[in-house]
């Protein structure tokens, strides 16, 4: 049986299922999962040395994650990992499993949560590559598929400095063919039992029940220049997942066509930008950026969240 104290980081690339995860997570009674905390790490630097307090909650005042889960800043906080434990400590309940969702900088968390446990959920990265497009993240699968290498190569620094019981690895594909089965398995790492609730997720939310229409996408929505990309981007990654590569060729790309999808990717992005929030608002935006302007970035970046609330799922 799992101490209840014990921390679950469920960790995956954005568009790999960890909200879907969240959800059927969230409808064990058992098991809390409150969604996606990035933020938790995202200022920590890359040779691990933690925020100054202020900055962190300057920063934390205009993040839209942050606002949304209804977290105070305890200020008589001395030090940052002791800020991560109030957190922590008001997103439990009692007898309830705490698992929160984390996309990046994996190998950040020992050094404030050392007794966590991990569940890795991985989605094929040709289909994520694809998903990043719809959602403006990028204009093309050459550039949609960056944050999901981001996303493994933390993995790569954290799994190699945990035990065999310290986590499970999952794949999408899985939950989504054989979701039962799936989430046995989670339930038998978290220490709770399986309850069929678990699968009762699309009675309270936007979600559909689990659809096989959603796995291998990229067989049938990429082109074949479109699957070279991402196969020669993602490159050995591909030999620790069970994925098999496509027979095409590696896409090797002049510097003319790696400069059109730079170009395309750039385009695409700031056409989605201004289509989301309109051209005012986005001139605002990069213009109290550049020009440094902090009071006026809080007040853009305040009208966006309102607007990203209102479409994001």
Known sequence: MMNHETLIFVCGALRSGTSLLHLMLNHHPEL???????FFFDMVTDDYQSPELHNYENWLLNHRIFLSKNLFFPREAKEYSEVLKSFKDQLSEENKVLLINIHRHFDKIPKYFPEAKYIH??????DVARSSIGMGWAGNVY????????????????KPTLSDNQYIEIYFEDLITDPQVTLENICEFTGVTYTDSMLNYHESSTYEKPDVSLIFQWKRKLSESE???????????????KYEKSQYENFKGSLLEKAYLKIQNKLYKLQFSIKRYGLFLVIRERLSRWLNLANQSKTVRTEMNEIDKSVIK
């Open 121 to 126: 959920l991985i989605r094929d990265p040709r």
């Open 227 to 241: 699957v070279k990309q991402v196969e020669s981007k993602v490159g050995g990654a591909f030999d620790k997942l």
């Open 143 to 158: 550039y949609g598929v960056d944050h999901w290498i981001e996303t493994e190569r933390s993995w790569s620094k954290l």
């Open 32 to 38: 809390k999962n409150p969604g996606e905390f990035d």
